[in-house]
């Protein structure tokens, strides 16, 4: 009976090179196991460790965690007092519009807002002085209101003139009406 091909080609073993004699065989060639008390040390001792990194990972996840939560609960306190701060300075400019509202009820008219979408906002507009101002009112502050005079959106006295915020704040920067330019 002959050996088959695969097994007779190389029965010996490849020499060991020397550069890597001292990784792959023992002492007379033959790869030495160790013994296994020592290896199962080893491999103990490297899964603790290891337990104790992802541990200390976990630990910090938890404090990061817990110190987001705290801040979390800071400003969402701060936003709260923000929050009725503006809305507490919001209700005092309405009730004094509604206070310059009775002071010239011929000229002060309110009507639902088009530019907000929300429901229940008003515009109110007022001349006084001669100037044309107006106003966004929120829902909260309409009953302020009722003394004045609500119009359709279509009303000529609702329609917006172009005039701003900082024509509001700063009337003397237009023009008194019926005043004539000085010619240059």
Known sequence: MSMPFWRRRNQEPEPVRPQFQGLARGTGGVASIGDPVTILTNALT????????WKRHADAYDAER???AQLSHHYRNQLERAERDRDGAYRERAQLLAWLT???PSTAVITA???????????LY???????MSWHIAPCDVPLFKHVTVVESTDPR???D???AEVRAAP?????PGARRARR
């Open 162 to 164: 172009r005039h701003g």
């Open 158 to 160: 609702v329609q917006w």
């Open 113 to 123: 807002s088009p530019d907000v979408d929300e429901d229940g906002w008003q515009l």
């Open 66 to 68: 817990s110190e987001a």
């Open 102 to 104: 009775a002071l010239h």
């Open 46 to 53: 490297e899964a603790q460790e290891e337990a104790a990194r």
């Open 172 to 176: 003397e920067s237009r023009p008194a």
């Open 126 to 132: 007022l001349v006084a002085g001669g100037w044309r």
